[in-house]
């Protein structure tokens, strides 16, 4: 019977808890096209960016795919990595930029960040070799930033700087928004870790439902235990994401309660 309840609670605010699970671990559920695979992925902590990537030791060779949605749709994407600080001066920068044309893939470049001065409509030179740039387009207007570098011999952490914009002029990066995301942009990519590959949900159920039906975990007898045990705070959670008063929500519990009874 309590199992049942939860379960009923759980549906009347699903799409929410839906959306709410998904966020967890979003990048597992990344789809990419036929021979791009990487080991490892990591939500990063701001502006809904992903990085899923590759480190080959022996050769210092790091793949990355880099996964966020340009400020507008005519607008750019770009992931770094700084040797030398923590923020935007000093990255070594691979920035996608759609533009104009909604049809032809985002053009990628290359960029070495000195300060806070416009970027020009060229590439410069970064200290990481880059090969295999490329762009495409994802799921919800996402731009998928594709390379792989050639790090320096050794490197086991390094800072990593992303950010996101929403024109492009004359080929180049506007200057991006200064909110508390963009501001926030930066972690320390740990290349290699154990610790940090086990973070990536390797079993994660795919794939992650965004909205209606019932949870697969919901529905299965052997989880209803676990089920009803997490239902308060999920649904807690769930009523703060969808703006649901708490008292509304009781409504719905006591509706679902009738329901059963
Ligand atoms: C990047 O710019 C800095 C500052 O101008 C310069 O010292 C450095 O050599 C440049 N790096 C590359 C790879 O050109």
Same mark, same amino acid.
């Given at each position: ?10 549906? @009347? ?14 990048? #597992? ?121 050639? @790090? ?78 997490? #239902? ?20 719905? #519990? ?8």
């Amino acid at each position: 019977m309590a199992h049942q309840i939860a379960l009923v609670v759980l549906l @009347l605010v699903s799409p929410a808890a839906m959306r709410a699970a998904a966020a967890a671990g979003a990048c #597992a559920g990344e789809k990419f096209p036929a021979g791009r695979a990487y080991a490892t992925c990591e939500d990063l902590p701001s502006l809904g960016a992903s990085l899923h990537w590759t480190y080959d030791a022996a050769k210092s060779s790091l793949s990355v795919a880099f996964v966020a949605a340009p400020a507008g749709s005519g607008g750019w994407v770009a992931w770094g990595l700084n040797p030398t600080g923590e923020g935007m001066a000093g990255t070594q920068a691979l920035v996608a930029l759609k533009g104009g044309s909604s049809s032809s893939a985002p053009a990628v470049k290359t960029y070495n960040i000195t300060g806070y001065v416009p970027l020009g409509g060229t590439s410069t030179p970064i200290a990481f070799p880059a090969t295999d740039l490329a762009a495409d387009e994802g799921s919800g207007g996402k731009i998928r930033l594709y390379g792989k570098l050639q @790090l320096h011999k050794g490197m086991k952490s390094v800072n990593q700087v992303w950010q996101v914009g929403s024109s492009v002029t004359g080929g180049a990066p506007d200057k991006h928004a200064f909110g508390a995301a963009n501001l926030a942009s930066k972690t320390k990519l740990v290349l290699g870790s154990k610790a940090t590959a086990a973070t990536a949900p390797a079993s994660e159920p795919s794939p992650a439902p965004i909205a209606g039906g019932p949870s697969p975990s919901a529905g299965a007898g052997s989880d209803s235990g676990a089920s009803s045990s997490v #239902a308060p705070s999920a649904s807690k959670n769930a009523a703060a994401a969808a703006g649901v008063s708490a008292p509304a929500l009781a409504v719905l #519990a006591l509706v679902g309660f009738l329901a059963i009874v």
